[in-house]
């Protein structure tokens, strides 16, 4: 089956040894554009997201999205926001980009990797505000004493087949709801 083919560029910016590579994307979604292109869209996001450190920018025209309460009238809009969800990034863009709506996103996976983000006036003949932002590559060094899991990484067919091989009933034979 082919590809939907989606308007996006993705670019590893390589680091020095021990900061790191970032993975940078570029898209636009025209506001017209069907479920298949959305969908392969979505599976370019999910694969990216697995990197460590992701910085997603661009016009999604989804102008019904509510960023501050992660709700949305339309179906398609709500498909971002699952997008979003499922693989753990962080919209930073507060400020409307277009026309009183958020349309000019950027996303990341690493919370403080993007900083100092302003809205500019707008570029050219462009009616969206320009978005500047800083990669703030130091967060990279930062090392969290608290172990974490990614979840992005397991492995749920067979978390499945293991839990599936438990005899239950027998496991959890007199205990009582709290117990168990």
Request: hydrophobic share 40%.
């Amino acid at each position: 089956m082919d590809e939907e083919p989606t308007e996006s560029l993705w670019v590893r910016i390589k680091g020095s040894a021990g900061a790191g590579d970032i993975i940078a994307g570029v898209c636009y979604r025209p506001s017209d554009q069907g479920d298949q292109a959305d969908e392969a869209l979505y599976r370019q996001i999910g694969a990216a997201s697995c990197s460590q450190a992701l910085v997603l920018m661009g016009d999604f025209n989804h102008p019904d999205i509510c960023w501050r309460d992660n709700a949305a009238e339309r179906k398609q809009s709500r498909k971002l926001l699952e997008c979003v969800d499922d693989n753990f990034l962080f919209q930073v863009i507060e400020e409307p980009t277009r026309r009183g709506a958020v349309l000019d996103l950027v996303l990341t996976n690493k919370e403080g990797l993007v900083g100092d983000v302003k809205l500019k006036v707008s570029l050219g003949c462009s009616d969206h505000e320009m978005v500047e932002f800083k990669i703030l590559r130091a967060v990279r060094r930062a090392r969290s004493k608290l172990t974490t899991l990614d979840f992005r990484r397991a492995d749920f067919g067979l978390f499945r087949d293991l839990l599936g091989r438990i005899l239950w009933d027998k496991a959890l034979e007199g205990r009582g709801a709290q117990d168990s």
